[in-house]
């Protein structure tokens, strides 16, 4: 890929995706596929005077290894020096890049038992820093190819063929082969917060799917809770950051404890990159009482099992059969750009900052509201050419918000 | 490279580099230059048994942008957690791997009086750690090539094949190329060790270097202070490890105060990634008072004036000049090749473990004996065909050591 368009992608990470201030510290976390991409983004940090850049690579052979070797007592250790660091990290409140490449099949064999028991031991633990930094700083996910990811994506091309393409459609549908990708984005945001303000126009109090892959399903809506779309602020400042590159949905959290009626994938899940194919998900009175998965299916309860809100939903999310991304008709086996190809819900925790006003509660407050918490957010895709969504308004009225797939407005 | 050499490479290093234990934990500091090798290293540490193995990973050019870019306030902070960690690596006493890769040019442009001014400003605060540390962990120094440093070496090959050919210099010149690199590193520790014995028995007081590049120096050396060679033992154990891969060489600590003459570079010298060459250093009662370079001469005055121990020398090591490294014929640009190919010296700190029954003294007592002590450590190569060194021992006799650049007996 042409490094002129590299730079520019880099650029738009940095000026609109995390959109950094000058004195703010940066922390990058990166696998080691694309060295010469992290220098990029770090000097454009530099260059918008960013005070100091961290870059925190992983890689994923050595997760496999890790997992595969340690002990739970030595996987599940917390030195006091790491809760020093997250100490430090609230203090300083570095804006957060987070670069995925990693092969979405990749940590396929792992000891998943043993994953999730660890998970669940350093979550209390890390907690009270996640939640103490929760919302007030700004962050942004995007991609770059690996090679593993790349023969997943393009399986009959070349790998070096397959990697190249993968390129271009990360560069494509984050609107970074523009003349002027700032630009395209100010014009797509602008479009996003249209079809937003719409949204939160209609007082929707749920939302009715139904699909022939055999979706029936209804989701209550909370009062007070806005929808979203595109670029955020972070609390108690003004700087609007893009959290997605790309970015293509609108979405909200619903309430926590109205789903009802069975969902259908429509596309693979990468989870703790281990793929989940083919499943369906039955609700009762906001709870998973019934999963099945052609594929990784006992992955899958595993999943929902991680915690009390991992089996209800913390994101709606809205995003056209048409999108762009679905356009291209490539399937990313990456949940950044699926999601962003689909309709999609997420198990798990909710986003607070939705609620109105939502700087005035405590966290715990906000999650009293119904908004769902957990230590997982895994979004799935469940959207289809035949998708139909039917909104019904705090005065009763019912609304098409999507049919055929597509808007219906 | 064949897979199964590297993985008898990485066997080498972890059983007979760091000759990890049962339920210790490593950390492995590497470039990003050979993920998949570095992969073998963590796999190698824990069939061993090790506890946890951590991966610390460098990349050249963020250290450039890091410096060009930083403030020597951002560049010079501690944080808690910074100090927590070293704690941490105090009471756990992780074995250390270092896997040098990094191109011996690649900072070339780097303001050097920042980064001197930078490590000059660290060095006071990590000291109590390393100083806790001093002698008592298993460590291993080996390398891997990078394409950078491969071109370096072979710059009329193509980069493909300077890259395989520096895997070849590399796995020959440590031994791994043999069909059992375990038992030839058995059998070249012996070897080693019969000529340390005999350079003990000689209680030498001092030697006197001569050659027609026009080295003619004197360097004292303290009673009761050992030659040392190949394999070591970590303090408070009996755990024998070899600090580095390869290891041609017999080495001690002189007397800080005892250097005088001039003694002139016989091989480029990469100190922080840049290269110095062609140089002499002028030594009176033990200090340097003259130098000159004609590459690089300002960053050499900088290193010297690092404090008051860089101009003073902490190692004096025999190599012959028919060692196998220099009859290989390859100039490394890596000191860790290249001071195996030659005699040299070492400017900076000592090595405090080759006093006898060190473990009965403080570190400042060892320092007090003669011992020079210094933030840096840096050997030059000094070794020539016509080299030429004679011992005087302690009641006077006079004995050759060197002659013609070869051991004299």
Redesign the interface.
């Known amino acids: 890929m042409k490094k002129s368009y590299l730079k520019n992608y880099a650029k738009l990470i940095v000026r609109q995706g995390i959109n950094i201030q000058k004195g703010q510290n940066v922390v990058i976390v990166a696998d ?1 596929d694309q ?2 991409f ?2 990029y983004l ?2 454009e940090c ?2 918008c005077h960013a ?3 961290e ?1 925190k ?1 992983n ?1 994923q ?2 997760t496999k ?2 997992y ?4 739970i007592e ?1 996987l599940t ?1 917390v ?4 809760l ?2 997250e ?2 990290y609230v203090k300083t409140n570095p804006a957060m890049i987070y670069i995925l490449s990693a092969d979405p099949d990749g940590l396929q064999g792992i000891n998943h038992k043993k994953l999730a028991e660890v998970n669940q031991k350093l979550y209390p633990i890390m907690k009270p820093y996640r939640d103490a930094r929760e919302n007030k700083y700004q962050w942004c996910i995007a991609g770059v190819p690996s090679y593993g990811w790349a023969k997943k994506v393009f399986p009959h091309l070349t790998k070096k063929k397959a990697y190249e393409s993968l390129w271009e459609a990360i560069l494509k549908t984050s609107r970074a082969l523009n003349d002027n990708p700032m630009k395209a984005w100010e014009e797509h945001n602008r479009n996003l917060k249209q079809k937003m303000d719409y949204l939160n126009s209609l007082q929707l109090v749920s939302l009715h799917y139904q699909n022939s892959l055999g979706t029936d399903f209804t989701v209550g809506l909370l009062d007070g809770v806005k929808w979203e779309a595109g670029s955020e602020i972070a609390l108690g400042t003004n700087i609007v950051y893009n959290p997605n590159i790309p970015s293509e949905e609108c979405f909200t959290s619903p309430n926590k404890n109205e789903m009802n009626g069975v969902v259908y994938s429509s596309k693979p899940l990468s989870y703790q990159n281990q793929l989940i194919e083919d499943f369906y998900l039955v609700f009762k009175d906001g709870k998973v009482v019934e999963v099945h998965a052609k594929k990784n299916e006992e992955l899958l309860k595993q999943m929902i099992s991680m915690d009390e809100g991992a089996s209800r939903l913390g994101e709606v999310a809205l995003v056209p059969f048409d999108s762009p991304i679905n356009q291209s008709g490539i399937l990313f086996y990456n949940t950044l750009y699926d999601e962003n190809a689909s309709c999609h819900l997420a198990l798990g925790v909710g986003f607070t900052n939705l609620v109105d006003n939502y700087e005035n509660y405590k966290l715990e407050e906000l999650y009293d509201k119904g908004i769902n918490n957990s230590m997982i957010h895994v979004d799935f895709m469940i959207g289809t050419k035949d998708l139909s969504i039917v909104g019904k308004t705090k005065n009763g009225k019912e609304i098409t918000i999507f049919k055929d797939g597509n808007w219906a407005f």
Chains 1, 2 share one sequence.
Do not use: D
């Not at 595969?68 to 002990?71: A, F, L, T």
């Not at 030195?79 to 790491?82: D, F, L, S």
């Open positions: 080691l060295p010469e992290i220098s770090v000097e530099y260059k005070r100091s850049v870059v690579w890689y052979p050595l290894l890790h595969r070797y340690k002990s030595a250790e030195p006091k020096y790491v020093e660091r100490e430090y």
